[in-house]
T-cell receptor, first 115, second 113 residues
């Protein structure tokens, strides 16, 4: 069953290293979203995938951030040359369609700490 | 620019009372609004969606209202319980037909036994 699964749940790495975060959406969900949540802050949109369409990357904060979604299912968010300000919880969500009234189903996130 | 406001101060109430949380928005006319619950260390969980033509929606002890004139949604939990303690987020679709919702920062609710 399953809900949205994210791994790892926690990641600690040194500044300057690259990191990869993984998201397994709910089977059959065509829309997938990545968000970032810093302490006491709201959800910051990063990137959105819908089916085979080109992703909406308008929320990516810099070119160090990229994401892929293979086979319309699993997605990987990559952060290159990490900086301390990248420390946050990275949340993935999926929804059945991209209809704007569809609820989003979230994973429990990856807590990323950059030393 | 589009803005969503939720009270940043935690709401403390006594068990059994009704909790009321507020979501205000500006520069926007959303067709619907969603409410989510987020527990510490967990992702948000969808609770309710209310459309612009619905004044009120209920689900068990939850009630949501949507006033498009005031640009406000109220989220009520009746007969609150300590297990209701969490952060509650409201979300609106981004403007311009975007499929990407915008979330408020959330309000923390603490229900004391």
């Amino acid at each position: 069953g399953a809900g949205v699964s994210q791994s790892p749940s926690n990641k600690v790495t040194e500044k300057g290293k690259d990191v990869e975060l993984r998201c397994d959406p709910i089977s059959g969900h065509t829309a997938l979203y990545w968000y970032r949540q810093s302490l006491g802050q709201g959800l910051e949109f990063l990137i959105y995938f819908q089916g085979n369409s080109a992703p909406d990357k308008s929320g990516l904060p810099s070119d160090r951030f990229s994401a892929e979604r293979t086979g319309g299912s699993v997605s990987t968010l990559t952060i290159q040359r990490t900086q301390q300000e990248d420390s946050a919880v990275y949340l993935c969500a999926s929804s059945f369609t991209n209809s704007p009234n569809q609820p989003q189903h979230f994973g429990d996130g990856t807590r990323l700490s950059i030393l | 620019s589009q803005k969503i406001e939720q009270n940043s101060e935690a709401l403390n109430i006594q068990e059994g009372k009704t909790a009321t949380l507020t979501c205000n928005y500006t520069n926007y006319s959303p067709a619907y609004l969603q409410w989510y619950r987020q527990d510490p260390g967990r992702g948000p969980v969808f609770l309710l969606l209310i459309r612009e033509n619905e004044k009120e929606k209920r689900k068990e002890r939850l009630k949501v209202t949507f006033d498009t004139t005031l640009k406000q949604s109220l989220f009520h939990i009746t007969a609150s319980q300590p297990a209701d303690s969490a952060t509650y987020l409201c979300a609106l679709p981004a403007s311009g037909g975007s499929y990407i919702p915008t979330f408020g920062r959330g309000t923390s609710l603490i229900v004391h036994p």
